[in-house]
């Protein structure tokens, strides 16, 4: 009897375990927390990075189509050209961002070679350097404001996972007011020019 009686204990509690729904919703709520979280942070670095990603694209095209305004350009105009390149990319800090804009000139094979170049925060390419151009911009005899941006970013919850991604854009522009454009012969810091 008493074994009866332990069994039957033992059922009725087994019974009223499994029937009980208590703890679900927080059972539950910790199972899938992690994952709501992990996705609305990433979703928050994804959208940031995508939105410097912007910012560089655009930051490229406006010193670029800014330096082809010009048919001699003095190394005052290049520097404060260079340094528009902060305002573009406000409000992210642009003290590590590299912004460099050259001058490419063709020869008659439409080879390239640097003319000039200019750069804010980095070196700027070497004078005669060769430079190859993509296929569709090797025309024989022209010359081509080349302008590269180069943004360090580092994401401010996710940098432990991926560390600092550096985001980088180029682009080309012809000269509007002329075929070539005179090269600034020195600037000031932190513009550096060869």
């Keep these: 009897m008493i074994r009866a009686g332990v069994a039957l204990r033992l059922i009725a509690g087994v019974r009223r375990f499994t029937g009980a729904r208590d703890g679900v ?76 804009v050259s001058e490419i000139t ?27 151009l993509p296929t569709a911009l090797q025309a024989a005899n022209i010359s081509l404001i080349f302008g590269e941006v180069t943004y360090p970013y580092t994401p401010q919850l996710g940098s432990i996972v991926t560390g600092t991604i550096n985001i980088s854009q180029s682009t080309y522009f012809y000269p509007r007011l002329s075929t070539q454009i005179t090269a600034p012969t020195s600037a000031t810091t932190p513009v550096s020019c060869s």
């Design 25 to 100: 919703s927080a059972v539950e709520f910790a199972i899938v927390l992690p994952l709501m979280l992990l996705l609305y942070i990433g979703g928050v670095e994804l959208g940031d990075g995508l939105a410097i990603q912007f910012k560089v694209a655009e930051t490229a095209r406006t010193v670029t189509d800014l330096t082809t305004q010009y048919v001699n350009i003095d190394s005052r105009t290049m520097s404060d050209i260079l340094s528009a390149a902060a305002q573009v990319v406000a409000p992210y800090p642009s003290s590590s961002m590299v912004v460099t």
């Design 106 to 132: 063709t020869n008659g094979a439409g080879q390239g070679t640097v003319t000039w170049s200019c750069s804010l925060n980095g070196t700027p390419r070497p004078q005669n350097q060769s430079f190859t």
